[in-house]
Each structure stands twice: as C-alpha cells, then as structure tokens.
C-alpha cells in the first residue's frame, strides 16, 4: 500500500496486521465513497447517462490477506457484513494472475512491488477469487485465449454486457 510495506500473517506481528488492515480498509471505502459521490454530481451535472466506475481492487480482495477472524473484525468495526460489501459492487471481474496459465509473462522485472513467487501469486489469486465466492456477477478471466489483448477483450465483453443490460 502506497510505500507501506505488509506485515506479513505471523502471530508475532498480528496487532500490526490487524492496524494495517484496517487503515487499509478504511481509506478504500473512503475512496469508493468519495469517487460513488463525485460520479452522481457529475452525472446531476452534465445530465448524462450513469458513471461507470472502475476499481483496480475491491474491498472484498482484503478478506486475503488476512487470517479471517481479524476480517471479522475489521467488518464488525465498520459496521458491515460481507454480502454489505459485495453489494457495493454491480460486477466483479477477476483477472486471474498471468502465474496460472501464463507463467512466462509472470515476472517481477517490470514491477518492483511485486515480490511474490509465481506460487504465492496463484495461492493468493485463489484467496482473492474464494473472497469474492457469493457475488452475484462475479466473472472469471482467465489466461486461456491467445494473447493480453484477448483476455482484455473478454473482460470488456463482461463490462459492457452489464451496461447494455
């Protein structure tokens, strides 16, 4: 997080864990509420049709990296409940890491801060998926079409579905 350098999950380091992940959380639904505001004024403003709002992560993504009574936690301090969460969110589209079915352009030469192994990548993608299990338009994309540009196509395909809907 912005410089912040994670924890880790040992007992050793769980209250600073359980602070990480609640600032953590805090300022992402801060965020998402300011944004959600600013899009409804923009939309009141020009008239237009709704906002499409895009989030590189979702509040749900959390729920992996921390043990899940703490998670508990972190949702009974803000007052939520995991379905409050999900419901935050019209459509969920999960591009899984390129370490599950594309190993070759996995790398950690071109983003320094990604530390994790191609392993650890597929293990916290399956957190990360398992999380958001119960959304009711939650899409998977995976690495099986031919290139990048594909795989973009096909999350856009979700995207724009959900819009002409």
């Known amino acids: 997080m912005q410089g912040f350098p994670y924890p880790g999950m040992g007992a050793d380091v769980h209250d600073l864990l359980h602070d990480f992940e609640l600032q953590l959380f805090k300022t992402q639904l801060q965020f998402e509420n300011t944004v959600r505001h600013m899009a409804g004024k923009r939309d009141q403003l020009l008239r237009k049709r709704p906002s499409v709002i895009f989030y590189d992560r979702g509040l749900m993504d959390m729920k992996a990296y921390m043990p899940a009574p703490m998670w508990d936690a972190v949702l009974a301090q803000e007052g939520l409940t995991e379905d409050a969460v999900r419901a935050r969110y019209d459509l969920v589209v999960h591009l899984v890491t390129a370490a599950d079915g594309a190993p070759a352009f ?54 724009l579905a959900l819009v002409k809907s």
């Open 106 to 159: 996995y790398t950690t030469e071109n983003n320094s801060a990604r530390t994790e192994t191609p392993e650890m990548a597929r293990q916290n993608d399956a957190r990360v998926q398992a999380a958001w299990a119960g959304h009711v338009n939650w899409r998977r994309v995976d690495n099986s079409g031919p290139s990048f540009a594909d795989k973009v196509e096909r999350a856009t395909a979700h995207v």
